[in-house]
């Protein structure tokens, strides 16, 4: 049986698309009420709208219950997975554990493994990653994705428990590329909603979208990935992904910074911790990264798109 923790949008949608094939995959949520209501209804009005929940899906709200499965699927905000690993304490021992969250720890500039490491150093660590949106995935249409894992048995194993018919898994041993790249895709993308929303066009969005590939791979070259990985599925495919669809929120929340639009506080924004963790990580502190920086300035309010892009656009000329 695979675990997921956390009813969200991707954690409901892997628990859909996981059931189709498989016998009882338990979801785990933790506001009570809101799991009864979903194991009501079937439904989960809240993050995916339009999806049945099929009835070999048990939800529950029972950490304890939850974590019986030797394949948990950790598909919480980036940002709360630490404390949700420090509430499952010892149950994680000997566990394969799949983080299913993009982003770096503001408080420790960790990924999701190093965590995982952190409070289960006697659990396997692995990272599910790659272009994909929920509704995608429960929906049943055609997606790809990457799974890291130092373990070559471990990868197998997830491999094997984590393919259906329509979600394919691809193997990967680059857990630090794996993560960064799922993590600096959504940086990326705000820039790139922020050109789209002041109207600079789509031009402009390709040139971003280009230097922040460069970008990320210097990143992940200093941090210690691999230099395939950013060209393959958790790397450019999620970049493509997500800088060019409304249905990312990043790209969404880069687009309301370009129109002066509002935007919804309460939806999880990981490209913005992310460019502040990476500006802070002690090990790029030389690197350079224009695009991170005016991002977290972009967020934070301390400049307006149009000087963003001036600043860009008047760096001095270089070779590509």
Not at 64 to 74: G, M, P, Q, R, V
Request: aromatic share 4%; hydrophobic share 40%.
């Amino acid at each position: 049986m695979v675990s997921i923790l956390g009813a969200g949008a991707f954690g409901t949608a892997i628990a859909v698309a996981l059931a189709k094939r498989q016998g009882i995959v338990m979801l785990w949520g933790r506001d009570e009420v809101f799991v009864s209501d979903m194991a009501i209804n079937r439904q989960n009005d809240r993050y995916l709208k339009g999806i049945d929940i099929p009835d070999n899906i048990a939800l529950t709200h029972n950490l304890d219950e939850a974590l019986a499965s030797n394949i948990i699927c950790l598909s919480v905000p980036m940002q709360q997975l630490s404390n949700i690993l420090h509430a499952c304490g010892p149950n994680l021992n000997n566990k394969i554990l799949v983080a299913c969250c993009k982003g770096i720890d503001l408080t420790t500039s960790d990924g999701p493994t190093a965590l995982i490491r952190k409070y289960a150093p006697d659990a396997i660590a692995a990272v599910l990653t790659g272009p994909s949106f929920a509704h995608d995935i429960a929906k049943g249409l055609p997606t790809a994705l990457t799974l890291a894992c130092v373990d070559p048995d471990a990868r197998q194993i997830c491999q094997d428990h984590l393919s259906t018919s329509t979600l394919r898994i691809y193997s990967s041993s680059d857990i630090i590329g794996a993560e960064l790249g799922g993590a600096l895709k959504n940086v990326i993308a705000i820039a790139c909603g922020a050109t789209i929303g002041a109207g600079y066009g789509d031009s402009a969005r390709a040139a971003l979208m280009t230097r922040g590939y460069a970008e990320m791979c210097r990143i992940a070259s200093a941090l210690g990935a691999k230099g395939g990985t950013m060209s393959g599925l958790s790397g450019f495919g999620d970049l493509s992904l997500t800088c060019m669809s409304e249905g990312s929120r990043n790209f969404s929340y880069g687009v309301s910074l370009g129109s002066g639009c509002s935007f919804d506080p309460s939806v999880t924004l990981e490209g913005v911790a992310t460019a502040k963790a990476i500006l802070n990580h002690p090990s790029l502190q030389e690197q350079d990264m224009p695009i991170t920086r005016l991002v977290q300035r972009l967020s934070s309010g301390q400049v307006c798109v149009k000087d963003a892009m001036q600043e860009l656009m008047s760096r001095t000329q270089k070779e590509e």
